[in-house]
């Protein structure tokens, strides 16, 4: 089973939306609706930030929103601010030999 | 809140086994799927497997020749043990949860760092 898509790297001014993309197949994020999305700061374990393609934890700001659209699955965060600086992963059920696959991780960077 | 902390050697040789136990407290142990789940240094994140308080498990088809999960429901605790380690297993390991019903991790472990190394 292959890590889901994410770019590497997207970094944006404080305020600014930013758009991290996870692009899997029709056996994960297209399959089903068990995207998750997680923050990791250094040195921190990783933060469920949502769960079910667009739900958040009680406790998680408005400001991370997500979708998903056929195979990609996408995490929004607006107004960004510097605390928001950290990677993110998303992950996804998945039919096949591992029922949970990971993307590959996303540095986000608040200039 | 499920409160999650691993603990276990952070020096493991190659060849050797490496013997990892995650304790749960406030949380019933029974309503989550337990998992292991790793992260080599500057690296993304690995499911390992996991296990159900009734023992059954699940492990990842890469590591599953290798990898033993097992629960204590006595003392709310699981544990992993890797066997024959070489220097790729070098990684921070987290115990998470997932609920019952979900597909996804709620709660996380701080994390320790196991290095495998002579």
């Known amino acids: 089973q292959s890590a889901l898509t994410q770019p590497a790297s997207v970094s944006g001014s404080p305020g600014q939306s930013i758009t991290i993309s996870c692009t899997g197949t029709?056996?994960?994020?297209?399959?089903?609706?068990?995207v998750s999305w997680y923050q990791q700061h250094p040195g921190k374990a990783p933060k469920l930030m949502i769960y079910?393609?667009?739900n958040r934890p009680s406790g998680v700001s408005h400001r991370f929103s997500a979708s998903k659209s056929g195979n990609t699955a996408s995490l929004t965060i607006s107004g960004l601010q510097a605390e928001d600086e950290a990677d993110y992963y998303c992950?996804?059920?998945?039919?096949?030999?591992?029922?949970?696959?990971f993307g590959t991780g996303t540095k986000v960077t608040v200039l | 809140q499920v409160q999650l902390q691993e603990s276990g050697p952070g020096l493991v040789k190659p060849s050797e086994t490496l013997s990892l136990t995650c304790t749960v407290s406030?949380?019933?142990?029974?309503?989550?799927?337990w998992s292991w789940i790793r992260q080599p240094p500057g690296k993304g994140l690995e499911w390992i497997g996991y296990?159900?308080?009734?023992?059954?498990?699940n492990y990842n088809p890469s590591l599953k020749s290798r990898v033993t999960i097992s629960v204590d429901t006595s003392k709310n605790q699981f544990s992993l043990k890797l066997n024959s380690v070489t220097a790729a297993d070098t990684a921070v390991y987290y115990c998470?949860?997932?609920?019952?019903?979900?597909?996804?991790?709620?709660?996380w472990g701080r994390g320790t760092l196991v290095t495998v190394s002579s």
């Open positions: 029709s056996s994960d994020v297209g399959g089903y609706n068990y």
């Open positions: 992950s996804s059920y998945t039919s096949s030999s591992t029922p949970f696959v």
């Open positions: 079910e393609v667009s």
């Open positions: 296990i159900y308080y009734s023992g059954s498990t």
């Open positions: 998470a949860s997932r609920r019952v019903g979900s597909y996804y991790f709620d709660y």
């Open positions: 406030a949380g019933s142990i029974s309503s989550y799927y």
